[in-house]
Nanobody
Framework: QEPLVESGGGSVQAGGSLRLSCVASGYRYSRYCMAWFRQTPGKEREEVASIDGDGATVYADSVKGRFTISKSSDRDTLYLQMSSLKPEDSGTYLC??????????????????WGQGTQVTVSS
């Protein structure tokens, strides 16, 4: 299993778009959950979106209708398409993987594997 590696972060103006990617090679679980979290200074790590092995997705209310989580057919890459970005979307985005079913109530404790994060900065 290789470490999870995120990419695609950057600086954009409000209203712009970014697409984040997370390569997760070598993880082969019969059931699993993958997610994107957002970390900002002084705040708890927030689960932005998750997707399970069947493709079922869950989004935080703050990003519904603007963000789309998806994964490649070979399960090796996780994506987060972010549109209509707002300054409050700024932060470090981390991808995470769990060998269990998704559980929105479990929070970050569900996940065993984490990437290092990619920085997103949205200016007004």
């Amino acid at each position: 299993q290789e470490p999870l590696v995120e990419s695609g972060g950057g600086s954009v103006q409000a209203g712009g778009s970014l697409r984040l990617s997370c390569v997760a090679s070598g993880y082969r679980y019969s059931r699993y959950c993958m997610a994107w979290f957002r970390q900002t200074p002084g705040k708890e790590r927030e689960e932005v979106a998750s997707i399970d092995g069947d493709g079922a997705t869950v989004y935080a209310d703050s990003v519904k209708g603007r963000f789309t989580i998806s994964k490649s057919s070979d399960r090796d890459t996780l994506y987060l398409q972010m549109s209509s970005l707002k300054p409050e979307d700024s932060g470090t985005y981390l991808c995470a993987l769990s060998p269990k079913y998704c559980d929105v109530d479990a929070g970050q404790g569900l996940y065993n594997y984490w990437g290092q994060g990619t920085q997103v900065t949205v200016s007004s």
